[in-house]
């Protein structure tokens, strides 16, 4: 049934903006979220498009400008002539503001700046003297707050007067006279309190914050390990904004897709409407390093030459036993990349997952490693060949093993992203060492291998 | 200044169970959060831990369990008393609670639910039928709804009765007389409203909701794209539990941790506590797999036995293409999985991304196979060689392209996690493809290369 409503409502938007129906479009506008508006809109034709932009209001228009994809979104902001262009920032989220802006050249930020009205244009170059992917910048000033000294009656009558603003915060903060963060009370318990109580009587004084500097994605830690809904934000004590969890859910997407990002190297913020030259010039300096290394693991065999052309079959067994160690290290490399997020690993928790990936290692080796002795003597049918093989894979699954935990610990301590070191690092350093090892052992048996 | 006063609660609690001081112990227990104290129970000992589960009352109790982790839950809920462990049991929210009981086998469950009252029990009951990951497994009956008929006093004094039920929401749900959700109104709505207004006047009748088969990951998409704080779960149109943004915030960590997992080939669930006997079963399955994918490029190499065995130089090259075929499959699905959990693909979308794609292997292998052609020749002197290598990298790449972008879009359509597709699959076939395309282009040369 849902799907039937919604087919209905596109239907009627499509239709008023082909036959140039204002009011039509407008009644359907009113009815449907900015989401959905943001999702027709990005399906629309130019003409279209233009018309749905002429249709809208400056409060509609600046709910769906939050909801389009950034690129889309200047593109939009660069269709409105200045003037209007101003009046709908005014109506966005400043953090949203902030981050379109910093997108444009300073001539243009200026320029749709001095459109804004000066208060608003203030807070967000506010947010702009804050480094992206900080508390600064995902904060909001548009909530509630009230003097120590307010009676519930005086809160509730603040509400009233700001109930824009108020629209989806469920809390009202109190501060002192040097705007000092002291208290919160919930909307519920406004609700249930007497309005001639003072609110410092009934407040909450324990109160979760966030220095202004914070990185996000402790931010989003915050929200997930305390539940909250909004978590206020202060430079020393001052309160000076709030973020509330829907920037939260969005942080939390955000930072998942950056590990993914790292651990496929696949190059920063690649989506849908990414254009090709632009996702493979992202991708290029991954793939060019990558070459380079694939070239050392090429060195290394060619070092073996000798014994590679004195028993070909060597080269059977190269590409599972690389294949088989790269992907272990990645395996250990995952798990220690999202564990790191979720906790916090000091001297006692590293040594304990070294140890259990030591021994993860030593499992899956020699149960690979017999495996594939014993299938290298049925198809060569040479024993010494299935030794070489199998005890080559115990060792180079164990080192891998361990080189996929220990290189991220160390490069989490160095205070580099651990994520980093997934495609090329990884990979390609148990590619070489599972190449050394693997040569190795076999040059020592050459003899009996012949 | 945080750090300071958190070490010197988490010193006074671990003085207080050395020392066995109750009083002590509970007074710090009443400031700090559950999360804090939950991280605190994990570094603890044997004893200690014990002491500090015995000072913490039920309802305490049950916040910290909420925040531990699955398997740590179960081993505190086996060391309680039968009564204790029902009285705990009814004080954690529900979905928490069928989410520990599945884990367990059928005669503790019974036994368990057999402990709690016979109330929270049926509900605990009826969520462990819904699948799990879906929306029905999510929803609390935590919250507070009012007939459509009640008037907003009415609706403030029901608010007072079910104070503790209302704690973490912040809006009240309407329902007409066949419990069928009519609309929802806002804790600050209520605020604003009159007492004697009807609440079917003031209440907002437009209500996203979900049906209880839901899958989770749409709930999550749901709360990003609206910005939901709360989000009604219905059978028909009858209102049967809610889901909270906390819930949303768990979902999304958990999504991105299974596609990671997932893209890693790094097998389900392994955390730092997880043994190293049950992590290591978790992640042979696929290691096997890729063990015998590996002797299917071990047996292509075997059937060019020839071609390798006149020009071992060959082998120097073997795994960088291979690697950089496998690499670039991966960037590819990664932008893909990801794309598919935010946007919804039809034919259009899916075409265009292919034809992306096909320009970006087109780009890429370009000006890999350029460098990598200069590359050998220089190296090894033979210009022939490298021909060879570079238009082998050029054709390998495209196609490692296309196939890390049309296999996930494939799997998708066939309602199969595209995710599944890249370790195993995607990197194995694109080296098979890689092998097959270099030495297939190799031996039509050999004449010219030996």
Known sequence: MRQTAEQQWKWLLLDAL???????????????????????YEELGEDDQARLLDYLDHERLADVLEELEGEQRLAVLRRLDVERAGHVLDLMENDDVADL?????????????????????????????????????LMTNRFI???????????VEKMRDYIEYSETINYVYVVN??????????????????????????METKVIRVAAETDQEEVAQLFERYDLVSLPV??????????????????????????????????????????????????????????????????????????????????FFMPMIAGMTGNTGTQSLAVVVRGLITREVDKRVATRLILRELWVGLIIGVICGILIAVIAYVWQ???????VVGSSLVITL???????????????????DPAIASGPLITTLNDILSLLVYFGIATAFISRLM
Chains 1, 2 share one sequence.
């Open 101 to 137: 802006l910093e997108e444009l050249g300073p001539e243009e930020t200026d320029r749709l700046l001095g459109s804004m009205r000066t208060d608003e244009a203030l807070i967000v170059r506010n947010l702009l003297t804050y480094p992206p992917e900080t508390a600064g910048r």
């Open 18 to 40: 082909a036959k140039e129906k204002r009011e039509q479009a407008q009644q359907v506008i009113e009815e449907v979220y900015p989401y959905d508006i943001a999702q027709v």
């Open 381 to 387: 049918g040479s024993a010494v060949l299935g030794l």
């Open 398 to 416: 164990i080192f891998g093993t361990l080189a996929g935990t220990i290189i991220p610990l160390i490069l989490h301590r160095l205070k580099i």
């Open 177 to 202: 006279q040097l705007s000092e963060l002291v208290g919160v009370i919930s909307y519920r318990d406004v609700i249930l309190a007497e309005n001639t109580e003072r609110i410092s009587d009934v």
């Open 234 to 315: 202060v430079e020393g004590d001052i309160l000076v904004g709030l973020i509330t969890v829907d920037d939260a859910l969005d942080v939390l997407r955000e930072e998942a897709n950056e590990d993914i990002e790292k651990l496929s190297a696949s190059g920063k913020s690649i989506d849908f409407e990414t254009k090709p030259w632009i996702a493979a010039t992202r991708r290029l300096p991954w793939l060019v390093l990558l070459l380079f290394i694939g070239l050392v693991s090429g060195s290394i065999i060619s070092q073996f030459e000798e014994t590679l052309s004195k028993v070909v079959a060597l080269a």
């Open 145 to 155: 707050w009230v003097g120590e000294d307010f009676t519930v009656g005086e809160t």
